[in-house]
């Protein structure tokens, strides 16, 4: 393997030569295997881990072993521990969002303080797959099928062209030791389910189906790019920059073939993904507006404009009817379910019967006040956030679900009691807040 490593680092990464590189490393086999092929090529390399703190013994047992290979291969190394768990109640994430932002921004840090030039992680052809499987099962075009990149700004994947059974190998015949993630064997989590059980299975249907899987990127990578060629000319056609807006002339629009298509790739950079919501807004009525994290979209006569969402400007959001998800400003998940499996300041749910759309959020006011679930009594708004202790910025951020005026959920805090279900619930409205 080092030798074809070698070669796929000469023709696709000739710019690692000479470079100062820091590889991502968790004590698994990946990055182990990675740590020794660009050692073994006479790279400048250093390790960096991260010890979440997630896994107890275990977390501090792989903290030791990966001290123990940077002194092995005589490389500077770089350890940080996280409290990740407080890390995710306090930003409203899961677990695995939490350890994703800390390690990619103390990566950055690391990067900016030591000059490094590049960051390198471990991920393989398999990892590519499973991704590959988890965009397809959430509803994706070609571009969020075309794989994990290998070059994203300095981060750098040099594994992906390869199996995990190929590292394996290589691991066994260099008699390599590392360190087995006990939490890779639950399959609480898709990508584990993934791996676990249906791959392999598709692997035994097919052997082939790492080398097709790679064909067939290939061929998703050409057609996206006849795409993005295309769409450089669809994009001189109807749009025209306004001092720092754009506007898309309807009409132009109409008059082409495909129109929800090109929708989509117009508006996908800007994180729209509310296709029936956006399709419907070119003959909508004027004013009529779509929020993504980052911008939102007006119909103003026949122009759509996209603008920066300068939040002094929104006060307030409409959730109409049949509304599955929004992102702003904040991601809210909107589902019928037929249970209550868990209930906490990030989910919440309702007696459906109990509300009346369109829905309304906004920020809260003085002299706000709603009936806290599992009170009887009523609450100023003001009361709760003294109680709570919240900083004037944290009260700032504070945002409203309401119906008809009356407060729903005061979102990330606390449910109103007067809309909560019980014994006479016949549908069940579940909100969930996620990461934005």
């Not at 945002?399 to 005061?410: A, F, H, M, P, T």
Request: charged residues 30%; glycine residues 4%.
């Amino acid at each position: 393997m080092l030798h074809e490593f070698n070669k796929h680092i000469i023709k696709d990464f000739p710019f690692l030569e000479g470079k100062k590189l820091l590889i991502a490393c968790s004590g698994g086999l990946d990055s182990v295997v990675l740590s020794r092929l660009m050692k073994e090529l006479n790279y400048n390399i250093s390790l960096a881990h991260c010890n979440f703190s997630l896994r107890g013994l275990e977390s501090d047992e792989d903290e030791t072993f990966v001290n123990q290979l940077a002194d092995k291969l005589s490389i500077p190394i770089f350890i940080k521990t996280f409290e990740t768990k407080k890390y995710a109640a306090e930003h409203k994430v899961s677990t695995q969002v939490a350890a994703r932002n800390l390690r990619y921004h103390w990566f950055n840090e690391l990067k900016d303080e030591n000059l490094y030039d590049y960051i390198l992680t471990g991920h393989h052809l398999d990892d590519d797959l499973e991704t590959f499987f988890i965009n397809l099962s959430r509803g994706t075009g070609i571009r969020g099928l075309d794989g994990i990149p290998s070059i994203i700004n300095s981060i750098v994947r040099p594994l992906l062209n390869f199996s995990r059974e190929e590292i394996l190998q290589f691991a066994e015949r260099k008699n390599l030791n590392w360190r087995e993630d006990s939490s890779n064997a639950s399959r609480d989590y898709l990508r584990n389910k993934l791996r676990l059980d249906v791959i392999p299975n598709y692997k035994e249907i097919d052997s082939r189906v790492l080398n097709n899987f790679k064909t067939t990127q290939k061929n998703l990578r050409m057609s996206q790019n006849l795409i993005d060629d295309y769409m450089t000319l669809i994009k001189n056609l109807v749009i025209t920059q306004v001092n720092n807006e754009y506007h898309f002339n309807v009409n132009q629009l109409k008059s082409l073939p495909n129109t929800d298509g090109l929708l989509y790739e117009l508006l996908f950079p800007f994180g729209f993904n509310a296709w029936n919501d956006i399709s419907e807004l070119l003959s909508a009525q004027t004013g009529k507006q779509i929020f993504s994290k980052t911008h939102r979209l007006i119909k103003n006569r026949e122009v759509l404009i996209l603008a920066e969402i300068n939040l002094e400007e929104i006060s307030e959001v409409v959730v109409k009817e049949g509304t599955e998800e929004i992102y702003f400003p904040f991601h809210l998940v909107f589902s019928k379910v037929n249970k209550i499996i868990e209930t906490h300041e990030n989910t919440v749910y309702l007696d459906r019967d109990k509300i009346s759309f369109p829905l309304e959020l906004r920020h809260w006011k003085e002299g706000d006040a709603f009936y806290p679930f599992g009170m009887k009594g009523k609450k100023k708004l003001s009361k709760l956030f003294k109680d709570e202790k919240l900083s004037l910025v944290a009260k700032e951020k504070i945002w409203l679900l309401c119906s008809e005026n009356e407060i729903v959920w005061v979102v990330g805090m606390r449910l109103d009691d007067r809309f909560k279900t019980d014994d006479n619930t016949n549908e069940i409205l579940k909100i969930a807040l996620l990461e934005n």
